[in-house]
């Protein structure tokens, strides 16, 4: 394995990290020109499903991902795969596959803890539980989504964005109290939920509040 093709698969990883996922993806070509044999690695594989992901191309990232999962070296390979492989599938509107991608994940996330394999905390997991509970809105599951919401913040308690889900949530449900109360808080914890809010049309039947008014003009 040559030192350029391990160099440019670090600066893909690096790229693809930091959201710059053409960068990424031009990496990752050269270094597989260099080292056909990453095609049978899962890390080179899913990376290139992460590039692929972040420039909407849906499609050929699930290829990816599908491919990868086919050469996990350990438990959290699977879980990595699967949590990315239900990441895209609800990116083309598939929840119900995402959804039972995403119980797989969880699945084999607790595996690889059992196993000492997790290679990072449980904040790895707030994506998972914010795209599932996504999914389950789709079919009008909001109870369901919400737990998955709230898991979502157990993983990442200051984040603002994570619990703006569930000013969503209450909105669709019509449950303005609620849903205010959540959105103060959202934006105690993140600031820019407020231009955000105001364009969101799932939140569109708050706007006439004037709790509502208060929050976002302060």
Not at 17 to 30: C, I, Q, R, S, V
Not at 48 to 68: F, K, T, V
Not at 130 to 151: R, S, T, V
Request: net charge negative.
């Amino acid at each position: 394995m040559s030192n350029e093709a391990e160099e440019l698969l670090q600066k893909a990883l690096e790229e693809t990290e930091d959201g710059n996922f053409e960068e990424g993806l031009a990496a990752l070509d050269k270094a597989f020109e260099l080292e056909p044999d990453y095609f049978n690695q899962f890390v080179p594989i899913n990376t290139r499903g992460s590039a692929l992901l972040g420039l909407e191309r849906y499609e050929e990232a699930l290829a990816m991902y599908e491919q990868a999962l086919e050469q996990p070296e350990d438990s959290f390979d699977t879980y990595t795969g699967l949590r990315n492989k239900g990441l895209t599938l609800s990116a083309l509107e598939k929840y119900e596959a995402a959804i039972e991608c995403h119980n797989q994940a969880l699945e084999w996330y607790e595996t690889s803890v059992k196993e000492g394999k997790a290679l990072r905390d449980r904040d790895d997991l707030a994506p998972l539980w914010e795209d599932k509970g996504w999914a389950l809105i789709n079919f009008d599951e909001y109870d369901e989504a919400m737990i998955c919401f709230d898991k979502a913040i157990e993983c990442i308690p200051d984040d603002g964005w994570l619990l703006y889900n569930k000013v969503c949530c209450y909105a669709l449900q019509n449950k303005i109290d609620q849903a205010l109360k959540s959105l103060e808080q959202a934006i105690n914890l993140e600031p820019e939920v407020k231009d955000w809010v105001k364009e969101d049309p799932d939140c569109e039947n708050l706007s006439s509040d004037p709790q509502f008014q208060a929050l976002v003009s302060s």
